[in-house]
């Protein structure tokens, strides 16, 4: 496993602050928007390279205002309002969305807020993605239940006691190291080159 040298840090990042300025707001539906899960297995004076769950390798370049940040598991009491949370959620016969999935976002985030369907391979029908700002938090019997609002509209979710949520917490570019587990939001410029805006390290495996 190999850390990034100061020089390549100096070169892809400049004297941005990645830790210390949460990211700007991702575009709801655009064909601008590239997401890469996967391992990072190359950094260069060009950018990034992410081999996917295919084995595809992704080359990506870094934008101006890149973030990094590091995910962990926290507890679903922490969670409150004002906080802005992303489920992968499905449809209910009462409108309700039940997470599959969420995490919180650092303070300042709206990456990717709205609520919309999930496209991607695999994606299973009336499945919703669902970036918002948490309104009201209570916890039942169903498990943890929330409202959150979004440009446009609100929605209610529940998260079962068996779906964790995760947390993304600012760290310095030099927490990434080849072989992390990454996933990277970027944008394509109008060269069709996708720029990293987002590189979010994956959680270890420990309870909160």
Do not use: C
Not at 55 to 70: Q, T, Y
Not at 103 to 115: D, I, T, V, Y
């Amino acid at each position: 496993m190999k850390t990034f040298a100061s020089l390549l840090l100096s070169m892809l990042f400049g004297t941005l602050a990645l830790a210390q300025s949460p990211p700007g707001p991702v575009p709801n539906a655009s064909n601008r928007l590239v997401r890469v899960a996967g391992t990072l297995i190359a950094i260069s004076a060009d950018g990034l390279k992410v081999r996917d769950a295919t084995g595809h390798e992704v080359s990506l370049g870094v934008g101006p205002a890149v973030a990094v940040v590091a995910a962990r598991p926290v507890a679903k009491a922490s969670i409150k309002p004002g906080d802005f949370v992303a489920s992968a959620n499905l449809n209910q016969a009462d409108g309700v969305g039940r997470s599959l999935e969420m995490r919180l976002f650092e303070p300042g985030s709206r990456a990717g807020e709205g609520n919309r369907p999930m496209t991607q391979p695999g994606a299973a029908p009336g499945q919703m993605m669902t970036n918002a700002t948490v309104t009201h938090v209570a916890h039942t019997k169903a498990g943890l239940e929330l409202d959150v609002q979004f440009p446009g509209g609100v929605r209610h979710l529940i998260v079962p006691a068996d779906v964790p949520i995760i947390g993304f917490y600012p760290v310095q570019a030099s927490s990434l190291t080849t072989g992390s587990r990454v996933t990277v939001i970027a944008l394509r410029g109008s060269d069709g080159v996708p720029r990293a805006s987002r590189i979010q390290i994956a959680a270890s495996p420990t309870k909160p």
